[in-house]
C-alpha cells in the first residue's frame, strides 16, 4: 500500500485521494438505498455541509466558564499548514508553549508569533524520556509528517532515497511544563505522526490533568485506540470523534452517571 501510495503522488497526483473514494463509495451505497451510517442523506450527498472540527465549540465553552486557556501544543510545526490552534490563539485569551523540532519549521513559527508574548517555543520532541534520538525528516527542506518512525515517511509518499536521519533532542512533557514555569495545561494537543500513544502514556494523568486532549488517531491500530480510549476514561474523559482527530474531554466526577465510570467493553473505532 505504500509503494502504490508513493507511487501515485508521484506519477499520478490526479487520481482521487482515499478520503474521496470513500465519499465516492457512501453516496453510491445512498442512491442505492443503503447507507454505513444512520445520518441525513444530505450530508453523505455534500459533505460541504458538515459543519467541521468542533474543537473551537469545545474551547469557547472552556474560555466561557474560565476566562483564559493555557495550552501545549506538541508537534506545532510552523503553525500555519492545517493549525487549528492559530485559529485559537488569535481570537481566544490564550497563554501556551508551542513545540517544534524541525529547525527550520520552527523558525517559521516563531516568526509567525514573534509579536505575541503570551507563547512560548520550544524547538525539540517530545519522548517518554529526556536525551536524544534519531528522528527522519526529508532530505529537502522539512515536512509536516517527519517522525521517529521512517515508515511513517515511506507511507506518505516519500521515497527511501528522500528521507535522512537526524539526531535531535528529546524533552519529555514534565520537563517543558517545568521550563515554561507551568504546572498543568488546559488543553493538550499532539500531533506527533504515530508517536501520539506513547506520548499520552507517559502522562501522569493524575497530577497533568488537561480539561481537553486532541490528538490524531488514525495512525493508531484497532487494539491501540481501544486500549488508550480506555485508560483515557480510567481518568474521566469523554470522547468526541474528528475525520483525523479524536477529543477528549475530562469531566468531574459528579458529571459521570453512576454507570459510567470505568469502561470496560471494545470501542469501536475508524482508525486503519
Known amino acids: 500500500m505504500a509503494g502504490f501510495r508513493r507511487f501515485k503522488n508521484r506519477f499520478l497526483p490526479f487520481l482521487p485521494s482515499g478520503y474521496q473514494i470513500r465519499q465516492t463509495r457512501n453516496r453510491l451505497l445512498r442512491k442505492l438505498g443503503l447507507t454505513r451510517a444512520y445520518e441525513p442523506a444530505i450530508l453523505t450527498e455534500d459533505p460541504a455541509l458538515r459543519f467541521g472540527s468542533v474543537l473551537p465549540l469545545v474551547i469557547a465553552k472552556h474560555v466561557l466558564a474560565h476566562g483564559e ?3 501545549l501544543q506538541i508537534g506545532a510545526y510552523d503553525g500555519s499548514v492545517g493549525d487549528e490552534v492559530l485559529n485559537l490563539i488569535e481570537r481566544y485569551p490564550v497563554r501556551g508553549v508551542l513545540v517544534e523540532p524541525q529547525p527550520t519549521a520552527f523558525a517559521r ?39 521517529f518512525d521512517r515508515n511513517h515517511l515511506l507511507r506518505h509518499g516519500l ?70 480510549l480506555k485508560m483515557l476514561a480510567t481518568h474521566g474523559y469523554r470522547f468526541l470523534t474528528e475525520q483525523l482527530d479524536l477529543i477528549g474531554i475530562r469531566c468531574e466526577k459528579s458529571q459521570l452517571s453512576a454507570n459510567d465510570g470505568v469502561m470496560t467493553g471494545s470501542v469501536s473505532s475508524s482508525a486503519a
Open 69 to 71: 486557556l493555557t495550552f
Open 159 to 228: 521515497a527511501d532515497h528522500e528521507i535522512v536521519s537526524k539526531e535531535i533532542d528529546c524533552l519529555t512533557i514534565d520537563d517543558v511544563l517545568r521550563q515554561s514555569n507551568i504546572d498543568s495545561v488546559d488543553f493538550l494537543q499532539i500531533d506527533a505522526e504515530g508517536y501520539d500513544y506513547e506520548i499520552l502514556k507517559s502522562i501522569d494523568f493524575t497530577r497533568i490533568r488537561p480539561h481537553i486532549l486532541r490528538f490524531e488517531y488514525r495512525h493508531f491500530s484497532q487494539h491501540d485506540i481501544d486500549e488508550c
Open 109 to 147: 513559527l516563531q516568526q509567525l508569533h514573534q509579536h505575541r508574548d503570551n507563547l512560548l517555543f520550544v524547538n525539540s520532541a517530545i519522548d517518554c524520556v529526556r536525551g536524544t534520538r534519531n528522528f527522519y525528516v526529508a532530505k529537502e527542506g522539512d515536512v509536516e509528517f517527519a517522525s
